[in-house]
């Protein structure tokens, strides 16, 4: 493989993550011995979402519009307020169809280490919203990773300074799963949340 | 999600070969959020190598000329036709800077099951290309895999049929490895191909 748009071809692969040289080689000779429409498709699709997708200037997700779906819903429950890392975490929550207010998406988390502070996730932007009047109660929904756990922390404190009702989704033993199997961690969680 | 061009990059990102959904989605959130010069470099590059990119006419590799860099190299000793499956396996056997014939690549294998037959892979065209007069052997690199070695055997038998002389990558104990750690299999080709 030693020609010019070829080359180019791998080397603008490889910036998707989790994609190597050799995934990125795979990729490109999947496109261009077996599926040429595709890579014209994918090539249009790039084109087309780096222009038109911006932030819902209400929750931060990704939209085409001022207010993406979520936000223009005039039969959600605007009292409530799910805060959420990614928009994959939003449409995880979204196909429980257990809740019916609307979000914010940090579209990231606190994360010292790499650089990404209160400011990079909008919290200012958050606590301004969770203050309007409206919001009645803030439901911490980001990861239950160590930097999820910091950034509901933060976010917490933050919004209970303010006076405003916080909660944390339930930690616990997972739906379907024999305590055998569970995690240590995850069962002393359920023992000290019991209900 | 919910937005259309979001959902068609998406969908455009499942068509790479080992993308499903989640991955797919993890892509599209990676470029929007962190790396749109990077989505405008990826669309560029595909329509660039799906228009330009197309198939020497002496070896089958990828190039964007009528021959390949290797084909037009007048250092290369025209007698030895190597069969490669890919041009990936044709970067690995040039990196070893152990060959010095030309190549021919198959683009595919044999593979029955999934209806690719000798027309696909351009048996003819190498039948033609091996008894031209010039090629004295034909040394055949496809994979140790099942589909490689039986499209090996097929050029193979072909090829002696019309009195080329063939010869196949040798099959043996990798360099560096210990023998107790070397599978069945490899040690028993070893062992019948000892020298």
Redesign the interface.
Known sequence: ??????N??V???R????VGV??A?????????H??P?????????????S??RHCTMCH?????EL???CRNPQRDRSKLCVVE???DQ?ALERTAAFKGLYFVL??KLSPLDGIGPKDIGLEKLFARATDGTVQEVILATNFTAEGEATAHVIGEALKARGIAVTRLARGVPAGSELEYVDLGTIAHALVDRR
Do not use: I, Y
């Open positions: 493989m030693a020609d010019g748009s070829l180019a071809l080397e603008a692969l910036r998707l993550p989790g050799k995934s080689q795979r990729m490109a000779f999947h496109l261009l011995q599926d040429r595709g890579a014209q498709l994918l090539s249009q699709a790039l084109a087309q979402a780096a038109n997708v997700t990704f939209t085409e519009h993406c779906d979520t990614t928009p994959a449409a579209m990231g």
